[in-house]
């Protein structure tokens, strides 16, 4: 079984269901291959932990207690909080803090049966479309390790393309789930805003910030998706009311007759020529497949940009607030009073990024600036939202790149922090819009780099989406190549 590292996550699922392997022997093979932390991807492992989990889990498949994902292993973005790992965000103003709980997701994934590996490694409070952004040094993309993984849940995309995981946790606030995804050749999920809890999720904006699933397929998506998601209204009020789905019903539905909106405004000068290849290449397949092409407009995507790095920072500048060396983490040594003591653990323990947003967002906020500034971004925000419903008139589904170009070189864009705000053109107006999106494996560019579509869907399409992407990977093989050596 020493391919058990390239399984999905249903073929392993049924493995230990049919007792043909052990948890132990799943967790075992995946902690050997974590040895030496390949990539970067992780930024904990603890063995014992992740043993322990998988003993319970072989009691729980002898004796008939079993979940749906008995003794499967995950991994978590380290924005998740854990009480068995430690939890940083990716910031040194977080080294050394263990949380007192779990997060309602990783709570609800342990439910069903997954084994946690640890917790992956993420640009700094999930700021940054890179992982450049991380405290604890890059994560390199398996398909080139001169190259980024995307961000910011580049550990979970790496990890997954890799053969470190089966699956991750990952979290979309303007593309985090999408993007990587996309630049590491595996599938990843954003779902609806409030389909997953927030509880224990580390906030970044609050309005936007989504937690999905991170795999190799739609389907294995579909699996962690329908266990992850839920209401937690005593934890978090935005999480949705509504019963949990099993998103793996539909997978099979025919797709003749879909229709496929191709909003002009993602196809335009900034897209990369070879990203366009392959992103014509699956929308031929889905032709192929008796889906009608529709053209749409999407008119306001250019303004997503500034709408979403205004409204992004201010409620950052909010929510991170509460790292003040009080209560979490780092607090810096010398002091001479309370506010200095803010001051100097603040300067310490954010990187820059985080500061320039910090920054930013008080600035929005700002008297004067509020209705300049954050109270427009709201207004087309609205429109953006707006711009969609139209759109889902003509349209089931909204297909078009996750980003203008195949995962970029380190050093790209090092020092030029807008040049990674406009590459995120393309997944910013579903965040704003509160919409599902996901990535999907559609083909390879330069440098043999692979290229995702992204599927967009109206509120709670979910299982519309994962049939539309599971039906192009059953006429395709994209999802199923791995970067050399895995
Ligand atoms: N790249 C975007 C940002 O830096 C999105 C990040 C995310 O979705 N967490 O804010």
């Known amino acids: 079984m020493s391919e058990l590292h390239n399984l999905s996550v249903k073929a392993l699922a049924s493995l230990l269901q049919t007792k043909e392997v052990s948890a132990v022997e799943v967790a075992t093979r995946f902690l050997a291959r974590m040895g030496g932390n390949p990539h970067n991807a992780y930024l904990d492992i603890d063995s014992e932990v992740t043993l322990a989990q998988a003993r319970a889990s072989d009691a729980k498949l002898a004796d008939g207690t079993a979940g749906p994902l008995e003794g499967v292993p995950v991994a978590h973005k380290d924005v998740f909080v854990t009480r068995d790992f430690a939890t940083t965000a990716g910031s040194k103003i977080l080294s050394g803090y263990r949380s007192p709980f779990d997060a309602t997701v990783v709570q609800r994934l342990r439910s069903a049966g997954m084994v ?9 409070f999930a700021m940054g479309s890179a992982n450049e952004n991380s405290a604890y040094g890059p994560v390199q993309n398996p398909w080139d390790t001169a190259r980024v993984p995307g961000g910011s849940s580049g550990g979970s995309a790496a990890a997954v393309a890799a053969g470190l995981a089966p699956a991750a946790t990952g979290t979309d606030t303007g593309g985090s789930i999408r993007q990587p995804a996309s630049f590491c050749g595996i599938t990843g999920i954003k779902p609806t805003y409030g389909r997953a809890s927030r509880y224990g999720m580390i906030a970044y904006a609050s309005s936007l910030d989504q937690a999905g699933p991170m795999a190799r397929s739609a389907e294995d998506c579909a699996l962690l998706l329908s266990a992850m998601c839920g209401a937690d209204l005593d934890r978090d009020s935005t999480s949705l009311d509504m019963p949990t789905e099993d998103f793996a019903a539909s997978l099979n539905n025919s797709i003749e007759g879909l229709r496929i909106g191709i909003p002009k405004e993602f196809f335009g000068e900034g897209l990369a020529a070879d990203v366009r290849a392959a992103v014509d290449g699956a929308l031929r397949e889905y032709e192929k497949l008796g889906a009608k092409l529709v053209p749409i407009s999407l008119p306001r995507t250019e303004l997503s940009i500034p709408v979403y790095y205004i409204i992004a920072p201010a409620e950052a500048s909010s929510n991170l607030s509460r790292f003040d060396g009080v209560k979490f983490g780092h607090r810096a040594k010398d002091y001479t009073d309370l506010v200095d003591m803010y001051k100097k653990t603040r300067a310490e323990g954010f990187g820059n ?13 700002s008297h004067g600036y509020y209705d300049a500034y954050y109270l427009q971004a709201q207004k087309i925000r609205r429109m953006i939202a707006d711009d969609f419903q139209n759109a889902f008139k003509e349209c089931d589904v909204i297909a078009g790149p996750v ?18 705000y406009l590459a995120d053109i393309f997944t910013l107006p579903a965040s704003l819009a509160g919409l599902p999106g996901m990535s999907v494996p559609a083909g390879f560019g330069a440098g043999g780099m692979p290229v995702g579509l992204q599927l967009i869907g109206n509120y709670f399409k979910e299982a519309q989406l994962l049939n539309a992407a599971h039906r192009l990977q059953q006429a395709t093989d994209f999802h199923l190549r791995k970067p050399q050596g895995i």
């Open 116 to 124: 946690s590996l640890g917790k992956l490694n993420c640009d700094e």
């Open 353 to 365: 990024e985080v500061k320039r947003r910090i920054m930013t967002g008080a600035y929005v906020l």
């Open 403 to 420: 980003a203008p170009s195949v995962a970029w070189k380190f050093g790209e864009n090092a020092n030029d922090p807008v040049a990674d």
